[in-house]
Every structure is written in C-alpha cells, then in structure tokens.
C-alpha cells in the first residue's frame, strides 16, 4: 500500500482541530458560558468585523507597512551583523553588549520615548526592526557556527579562500536556522509595530484601533481587532514556513559532522581580552549617549545614564523612586522566572513530542499557533476578559509567549540531526525514547540553549504587559503610572532595569552554554 503524503496527514488533523475548536467555540460563545460573554461566538465575532468593515483597510495598511518595513531593515541587519560576528569573534565579543542590550529592551518601555523622539511612521518601523533583529542574528550566527568542519576543510584543501567556505559550504548549511529566525521574527515585527502603536505612534493601525476600543465594552470588536493582528502575523509565520520546507531539504545534513572546532591557533593578548571587555560594557551607554545628542531629545525628556543614576541616588526624591522600583521588581521577576522555566519546559517536551508523537503535534499546532501569533498586546486585554486580572492571567501571558519560540528553535535543532546517527541506536534495539535520550537530545543541545536565550526578555516582556494593561502591579504597572504623572526619570529607569535583569539571565545562561558544551566537545553559538 502506498505511503500517505505527510502533509495531506498535517492538512486534516490541522482543519480537523481547527474546525472541532469552532464548533465548541460557537457552542460555548451562544450560551454565555465563559465570564457572561466574554468569550464571544465566532459568528458574532465576524458579524462585528462586518459592521466594521471600513474601519480595517486603513489601520491594517498602516500596521502592514511599519511590520514589513521593519522586518527587512531588522532582518537585512540581523544577517549581515551575523555573517561579521561569525567571522570574527572578537566582533562577536565587542558587540555582544550591544546585542543582548538591543533584545531586551522592553518594547513597552521605549515605544513612548521613541514616539517623542521620532517622528511619522519611525517609532513603528524602529520597534519592528529591534523586535527581528537578534532573533536572525542569533540564528544566522548559530547556522554559520555548526557548520560542517569536513566541507570546508575540503574547499580549504583545494585552495578555496574564507569567502568561498561562506558562499558555498557554511551560509548553505546556515539557511535551515536562518529560515528558522525568520519564521519567529515574522510575528515580531507585527508585535513591534502594534505596541509602537499602542504606545501613543499615530492615529492609524491595529494598535491604535485596540487602544480606542479598550473602553467601550465590546468583546466582539476586541476579538476581531485580535483575530485581525493574529492573521497578519500568521500569514507571515505561514509563508517562511512554507519557504523553509521547500528549502530546508537540500541544506539537510546526512551524517553526522564528527569533527571538533579548530582549536585556537594563538593564545589571545591580555591587553585585547581587556579592551574587548571594556568596549562590550560601554558600547551601549556610548550608543545611549548618541542616540540622545542625535536626535536633540529636550533634556525634560531624554536621561542619559548619568541621569538614571542621578534620579535614582542624588535626586530629592531618589529613595522614594528607589522604594516603588523595588517593590515592583519584587513583584515582577517571581512571575517571570515561573513563567520562563514552565514556557521553556513547555517547549522542550512539545518539541521531542513532535518527534515521538508527530501526529499528535499536528493536531495541537493549530493552537500553538495562534497563541503565537495573536500580538501580545491584543492578546492580554482578551485574556482579561475571560480569565480576569490575577496571577492566572500573568502566568498563561508568559507562558504563551514564550514556548513558541523555544519550540521553533528546539524543533529545528532536532530536524537538522542526521538520520543516519538516529538509526544507529536503533539497529541495535535501542527504543525510541532511548534513541532521543543517546544521539537526538545531546546533538540539539546548542539549539536548547539558544531557545533559552530566547526565554529571557520575552518572558519579562509578557509580565509587563500583563501588569501594564491589566493586574496593576509590578514593573509593567509602574511604567504605565510613570507615563500618566509624566515621570520621564521612571520610565527611562525602568527601560534599563529590565535591560539589566535581562542581561544578567542572559549571561547566566551563556556562562552555563559554555561549560556543557565544552564538556562535550560541542561549539557554543556565541
């Protein structure tokens, strides 16, 4: 009997689910079952997307053309920075402030400053292009990073020069990470966009649509500005997808690569560790710096660092401003840290599940899906709506936005192992969860810990935005009561507070990377 097309069987169990979870969804929505309408049916829910109608093409099209202006400037950056920091570490090293910098900033913290600072469409197309950035840089530095040792020892054995080992051999096997990037920093872009909108960007946009609905008290119009975002987002998601299927099979490898990393051929000079480690400290408050004298923010405004110190310690009123941050950092990082690990373990047991139990994920994806894709900003105020304004409500936000991405890196990680290594184990009886535990896990092992990098700031992103739009606590809460008294000292503070947090289980995770993988004879990402 022949074999059935895989994804004719991924294209039933998808509409299968999806058609299952609208009829319950109908049933549920007509009989007021959840919080007394707040769950909408979907059919109320298009017919208000009808009425209106002619609300959409202008918002949409403004958010369309900020998303996609930023995701390639984001992109076409986050490639080429990866291609120097693959080349050079010590590029790498300088630079890593500046990148982690860059991909902790909390989108909610900044997109008022940039709002202030910038004008027209580039606060948006700014926080789009931010929220792609590091996603494909990590992803094009982790492809280049794992390529095979062998080919290019073969094109450097013929003569071929550093640029032709990049052209034909390591960008080749870097493609299936990098399609991997793009398909995450797809519903970023939507996200970056949305909350620059959100964040006081303009008349026009899905954003600002949701901010002027928030009051009226209709969760039809809310669910439609939702499901709209959603769309967006998922198609982009859906169309890289689609592009890495086609692709990923002629840059799979089909053995594994034995080889170690080429030791280091000279011993690096102390005096260049020094510098390479002071430059990585202070290019983001150099950059900080520039920002502020480029743009001509009024000094009322813009905080340099000195300032954020001087309103935290000198300041008449530095021990009240002190007080409220610790007790609203007391607040926000128990949440995020339950959230991180639950939506990273999440992840990982989705992602080995997708090998043992393929068609089971299929079924699921269609939820994953859209809680991936379905902006955060649009997404909370919903979740309110049925799940009220406590921890439950935090705790699901966190962990909807960060499995997501864990699970495409961690996925992709055990696609790219061989199959011929997974039958070895196999031919000698071995189980399948054996065969995971021995060859699969541990060759994946430098794409968990980039799905861990991943974790970090989206998870004290999500908590923010909980706090911000709904629980009234923590970080997110006063960030929002700093924008209503104008307390641009607070807002600055906190935009590098939750930099630093950040940035330190970053480090933490990096400093863990590179024991592991060292230990087993793997080469680390960054």
Not at 204 to 226: D, F, K, T, V
Not at 466 to 494: C, H, P
């Amino acid at each position: 009997m022949a074999a059935r097309d895989p994804r004719h069987l991924f294209h039933r169990s998808g509409l299968r689910t999806a058609l299952a979870l609208l009829i319950l969804w109908e049933v549920i929505g007509q009989l007021d079952l959840v919080a007394g309408g707040a769950l909408p049916a979907p059919s109320a829910i298009l017919m208000r997307l009808w009425i209106d109608g002619a609300d959409y093409p202008r918002h949409v099209l403004a958010t369309l053309y900020a998303s996609a202006a930023g995701f390639v400037i984001g992109n076409l950056a986050g490639v080429l920075a990866g291609v120097i920091f693959a080349l050079s570490p010590a590029m790498l090293r300088l630079f890593r402030g500046v990148n982690i910098a860059v991909f902790a900033l909390p989108p909610i913290a900044i997109a008022p400053i940039l709002a202030l600072t910038l004008s027209g469409m580039a606060p948006r197309i700014t926080l789009a292009a931010l929220g792609v950035y590091f996603v494909t840089m990590s992803a094009t530095v982790i492809g280049l990073s794992q390529a095979d040792s062998r080919a290019t020892d073969l094109i450097r054995a013929y003569g071929g020069n550093r640029r032709q080992q990049l052209r034909l051999v390591s960008f080749r096997g870097a493609l299936p990470s990098i399609l991997a990037g793009l398909r995450i920093a797809a519903p970023n872009a939507v996200l970056g966009a949305i909350l620059a909108e959100f964040g006081g960007g303009g008349r026009w946009g899905l954003g600002a649509y949701l901010l002027g609905s928030l009051g009226r008290g209709e969760p039809e119009r809310l669910w439609g500005i939702g499901l709209i975002a959603t769309a967006i987002a998922g198609l982009s998601y859906a169309g890289f997808a689609l592009l890495a299927g086609r692709l990923i099979g002629a840059s799979r490898a089909v053995t594994m690569n034995a080889a170690l990393p080429d030791a280091p051929t000279e011993k690096e000079h102390p005096l260049l560790a020094v510098a390479l480690r002071a430059g990585m400290i202070a290019l983001p408050f150099a950059l900080w710096w520039m920002f502020i004298w480029g743009t001509g923010v009024p000094a009322l405004i813009a905080k340099t660092p000195l300032g954020v110190v001087d309103y935290l310690f000198f300041s008449p009123a530095s021990a009240s401003a002190r007080s409220r941050l610790l007790e609203a950092m007391g607040q926000t990082l128990p949440v995020t840290a339950l959230g991180m690990v639950a939506g990273l373990g999440f992840a990982f047991l989705l992602a080995i599940s997708s090998r043992l139990f393929p068609r089971a994920i299929r079924a699921f994806m269609p939820v994953a899906l859209v809680t991936q894709t379905m902006p955060l900003v649009a997404l909370t105020p919903l979740l309110v709506l049925v799940l009220g304004r406590g921890m439950s409500l935090t705790l699901w936000v966190t962990i909807s936005v960060t499995f997501f991405p864990a699970f495409v890196t961690l996925a992709q990680g055990i696609a790219l192992v061989p199959r011929s290594a997974q039958d070895v184990p196999r031919a000698y009886g071995a189980s399948a969860w054996t065969e995971m535990r021995l060859v699969t896990i541990p060759a994946s092992l430098p794409y968990l810990f980039a799905a861990t990098r991943l974790t970090v700031p989206r998870a004290l992103l999500g908590v923010m935005i909980a706090e911000w739009l709904a629980t009234g606590k923590g970080l997110g809460n006063l960030l929002n009561q700093s924008r209503g008294f104008m307390d641009y000292g607070m807002i600055w503070t906190v935009a590098a507070v939750s930099v630093l947090l950040s940035v330190v289980f970053y480090q933490l995770v990096v400093v863990a990377e590179r024991r592991v993988l060292r230990r087993l004879g793997m080469q680390t990402a960054e």
